[in-house]
């Protein structure tokens, strides 16, 4: 193979780069490189302007053609010119420096701007340009690709919740059968947990600093005492649909990153926690999963169909849990004023998101070839006559009928029960004939409870 051959899909290192490539692609121009330097440009461009419009003499505001110049820089920005920056950067060895002297040369040759040239930037540190950045980027990823994904999966349980709510269900705790619910039931459950994570995760308020080296406004104030710089930085970030935080060192603290990368992962532990039963489910014979064409389930094995969709999906919670949780237990964590440990863990947002959505979408595709197969439900639960031992039970205790429980439990525990055996020992029972009839009506399928009507509220 060749040395240095060019990234293909092939001899990527990351299967995100690789074999998922495709279904990180919405995130490609918010977490990439490329998508790092167009939001450091938009901040750049935000800090100037509002600095033309604060009314300082050496700096008065810009024209309306000027400012259009300025604003296209950052609605063109290309590859080409994250290319250029890169270039840049060879000879700075500083990324967000290399993004100012792109900026200059922008400008250069438009009077107006190339004579602000040295505003851009100013008083600024590296990290004022770079947490703003991220949180642009962070919010923006949460509100077009996250947060809509999650919504589609939300969206199929529910679909499966509502069409499934009266498909009575055989329970299973600790393995063993257990009070009847209804299929639907069971989606609902994990639906109403799906949606409240999801309000967790946007209820997060992104935050962000433009205050200095060290958070207090030195150089802001070295230059214009006289301006209420505190106001004018939350100024600039409310424009920029950002929460200024007015504590910090250098860095912005990552508190409220740390909060969204929990809130996500909490989102993916409940999506493996049905992955994995689903996947249960499955072995059951409770789905059948639709055949596609040419697909083959073992290289051995023809008869198999196996539920790589839900295994796919879970492998990959898991890796992008492992990331997320060491991005919010490593971001808050910085010693004393600055150390760079943070820059390079945060490159990574893009490695953490990409692999929540190659797991959202296999767990789409498991969903979407789901054929509930109802006669192997039924058949599982009209063979378990024993679960009624708990309706009875609790009838006999309302009527004061002798250790209701430890007859049940000796009639039952361990060795399953007819419904023929079932009936006798009800009608042996001295309860009164409306209730005795209601007890010999019952059957496994019946005793649902209220699992239909809570299974449609989801």
Same mark, same amino acid.
């Given at each position: 193979?060749?040395?240095?051959?060019?990234?293909?899909?092939?001899?990527?290192?990351?299967?995100?780069?690789?074999?998922?490539?495709?279904?990180?692609?919405?995130?490609?121009?918010?977490?990439?490189?490329?998508?790092?330097?167009?939001?450091?440009?938009?901040?750049?461009?935000?800090?100037?302007?509002?600095?033309?419009?604060?009314?300082?003499?050496?700096? @008065?505001?810009?024209?309306?053609?000027?400012?259009?110049?300025?604003?296209?820089?950052?609605?063109?920005?290309?590859?080409?010119?994250?290319?250029?920056?890169?270039?840049?950067?060879?000879?700075?060895?500083?990324?967000?420096?290399?993004?100012?002297?792109?900026?200059?040369?922008?400008?250069?040759?438009?009077?107006?701007?190339?004579?602000?040239?040295?505003?851009?930037?100013?008083?600024?540190?590296?990290?004022?340009?770079?947490?703003?950045?991220?949180?642009?980027?962070?919010?923006?990823?949460?509100?077009?690709?996250?947060?809509?994904?999650?919504?589609?999966?939300?969206?199929?349980?529910?679909?499966?919740?509502?069409?499934?709510?009266?498909?009575?269900?055989?329970?299973?705790?600790?393995?063993?059968?257990?009070?009847?619910?209804?299929?639907?039931?069971?989606?609902?459950?994990?639906?109403?947990?799906?949606?409240?994570?999801?309000?967790?995760?946007?209820?997060?308020? @992104?935050?962000?600093?433009?205050?200095?080296?060290?958070?207090?406004?030195?150089?802001?104030?070295?230059?214009?005492?006289?301006?209420?710089?505190?106001?004018?930085?939350?100024?600039?970030?409310?424009?920029?649909?950002?929460?200024?935080?007015?504590?910090?060192?250098?860095?912005?603290?990552?508190?409220?990153?740390?909060?969204?990368?929990?809130?996500?992962?909490?989102?993916?532990?409940?999506?493996?926690?049905?992955?994995?039963?689903?996947?249960?489910?499955?072995?059951?014979?409770?789905?059948?999963?639709?055949?596609?064409?040419?697909?083959?389930?073992?290289?051995?094995?023809?008869?198999?169909?196996?539920?790589?969709?839900?295994?796919?999906?879970?492998?990959?919670?898991?890796?992008?849990?492992?990331?997320?949780?060491?991005?919010?237990?490593?971001?808050?964590?910085?010693?004393?004023?600055?150390?760079?440990?943070?820059?390079?863990?945060?490159?990574?947002?893009?490695?953490?998101?990409?692999?929540?959505?190659?797991?959202?979408?296999?767990?789409?595709?498991?969903?979407?070839?789901?054929?509930?197969?109802?006669?192997?439900?039924?058949?599982?639960?009209?063979?378990?006559?024993?679960?009624?031992?708990?309706?009875?039970?609790?009838?006999?205790?309302?009527?004061?009928?002798?250790?209701?429980?430890?007859?049940?439990?000796?009639?039952?525990?361990?060795?399953?029960?007819?419904?023929?055996?079932?009936?006798?020992?009800?009608?042996?029972?001295?309860?009164?004939?409306?209730?005795?009839?209601?007890?010999?009506?019952?059957?496994?399928?019946?005793?649902?409870?209220?699992?239909?009507?809570?299974?449609?509220?989801?």
């Amino acid at each position: 193979m060749q040395t240095n051959p060019a990234l293909t899909v092939l001899n990527a290192v990351s299967p995100l780069d690789g074999r998922y490539a495709s279904r990180c692609d919405a995130l490609r121009p918010l977490l990439s490189e490329a998508g790092f330097m167009a939001h450091r440009v938009e901040v750049e461009i935000a800090w100037l302007i509002g600095l033309s419009q604060a009314g300082l003499p050496e700096l @008065p505001p810009f024209s309306a053609e000027a400012t259009k110049v300025l604003r296209g820089l950052v609605s063109h920005f290309s590859e080409a010119d994250a290319d250029r920056i890169k270039q840049i950067e060879r000879t700075t060895n500083h990324d967000v420096k290399a993004v100012e002297y792109w900026l200059k040369e922008k400008v250069a040759g438009i009077p107006e701007l190339e004579k602000a040239g040295e505003f851009i930037h100013f008083a600024c540190t590296s990290e004022d340009i770079n947490n703003t950045s991220h949180a642009l980027m962070l919010g923006r990823a949460r509100e077009q690709v996250v947060v809509p994904q999650l919504q589609k999966v939300l969206a199929s349980l529910q679909q499966m919740a509502h069409s499934q709510a009266g498909q009575p269900m055989l329970a299973r705790t600790h393995g063993q059968p257990a009070t009847p619910t209804t299929l639907g039931k069971e989606f609902a459950n994990v639906a109403a947990r799906l949606r409240d994570a999801i309000a967790h995760i946007q209820a997060v308020v @992104p935050l962000a600093k433009m205050n200095g080296a060290t958070g207090n406004y030195n150089a802001h104030l070295s230059a214009y005492p006289e301006l209420d710089w505190p106001a004018f930085s939350a100024s600039v970030l409310k424009e920029l649909g950002l929460k200024q935080n007015p504590h910090t060192i250098q860095i912005e603290p990552h508190d409220w990153m740390a909060g969204l990368f929990d809130a996500i992962a909490r989102a993916n532990t409940i999506l493996i926690d049905l992955n994995r039963d689903i996947w249960g489910y499955i072995a059951l014979g409770y789905f059948k999963q639709r055949l596609k064409d040419g697909e083959v389930g073992s290289s051995t094995m023809p008869h198999k169909v196996n539920p790589i969709d839900f295994e796919n999906a879970e492998g990959n919670l898991g890796l992008a849990n492992a990331v997320l949780r060491h991005l919010s237990e490593k971001l808050p964590i910085s010693r004393w004023q600055r150390d760079l440990t943070d820059s390079t863990v945060l490159r990574n947002l893009g490695v953490a998101l990409g692999y929540c959505l190659v797991a959202y979408d296999a767990c789409l595709r498991g969903l979407g070839k789901l054929e509930v197969n109802a006669a192997a439900i039924d058949a599982d639960i009209d063979d378990c006559w024993e679960v009624l031992a708990e309706p009875i039970q609790t009838v006999m205790r309302r009527y004061g009928l002798p250790q209701p429980y430890e007859q049940l439990k000796a009639l039952t525990r361990g060795k399953g029960i007819t419904e023929q055996a079932l009936r006798e020992f009800i009608g042996g029972l001295d309860l009164p004939a409306d209730v005795r009839s209601r007890m010999l009506a019952m059957t496994p399928r019946s005793y649902i409870g209220l699992a239909q009507s809570l299974a449609k509220t989801a």
